[in-house]
């Protein structure tokens, strides 16, 4: 089934606690992107990838780092989490880039204490 | 710098009503495309239509319906008889072809209410 999976889909932790939340892929997309959505924000770009190798900041990047080593995988990086990172994350892929339908993840509730 | 305003923040209709949702946007782009997105209570985003900047035809696909309209720079969905399967929030979003980076912008959101 294609499908892009996130790990953990709810997470609570302390200010300053390094963590990662995985994002993978098999649908061999070229592009993947992770979203914050807040009330009355919407959906907000963090990142994006083009291809392995190649990554960019979107709206609001800061506090947060990406990697791409394999096609089919995209971490999202809280070095040092802050309660204004508390938040809904969703990550998403498409074909080739943004003008193509974008696949979300089922998402991953973070909460910064 | 490109931008979507969803005016309505919350709609609640009744059953059966016919509802549009308003999507305006601001780019100056000449090539972009426009995306509405459908997050149901359970939390997925689920893709609904994408839309080229060249292609002004509007788009029926059964209950719902779309109306691209470039002289107002807007993109509103409407659903005919609506139904309590509609309760979402629904997201507009727009790419444009030669932004800075590669960006994809969504709108506020908008929550449907459908009441039975």
């Known amino acids: 089934e294609a499908q892009v999976t996130q790990n953990p889909r709810y997470l609570i932790t302390v200010t300053g606690k390094k963590l990662t939340v995985t994002c993978s892929q098999n649908?061999?997309?070229?592009?993947m992107s992770w979203y914050r959505q807040d009330p009355g924000l919407g959906l907000r770009q963090i990142y994006y990838s083009m291809n392995v190798e190649v990554t960019d900041k979107g709206d609001v990047p800061e506090g947060y780092k990406v990697s791409r080593k394999e096609k089919r995988n995209f971490p999202l990086i809280l070095e040092s989490p802050s309660p204004n990172q508390t938040s809904l994350y969703f990550c998403?892929?498409?074909?080739?880039?943004?003008?193509?339908?974008?696949?979300f993840g089922p998402g991953t509730r973070l909460t910064v204490t | 710098a490109q931008k979507v305003t969803q005016a309505q923040t919350e709609i609640s209709v009744v059953e059966k009503e016919d509802v549009t949702l308003d999507c305006v946007y601001e780019?100056?782009?000449?090539?972009?495309?426009l995306f509405w997105y459908k997050q149901p209570p359970s939390g997925e985003l689920v893709f609904l239509i994408r839309?080229?900047?060249?292609?002004?035809q509007n788009e029926i696909s059964g209950r719902y319906s779309w109306n691209f309209q470039k002289s107002t720079s807007s993109f509103n969905f409407t659903i005919t008889a609506s139904q309590v399967v509609d309760s979402a929030v629904y997201f507009c979003a727009l790419s444009s072809e030669y932004n800075a980076g590669n960006m994809l912008t969504f709108g506020g959101g908008t929550r449907l209410m459908v009441k039975p």
């Open positions: 839309r080229n900047s060249f292609d002004e």
């Open positions: 780019t100056r782009d000449t090539t972009y495309y």
């Open positions: 649908m061999n997309h070229e592009y």
């Open positions: 998403a892929s498409s074909l080739s880039g943004r003008t193509d339908e974008q696949y």
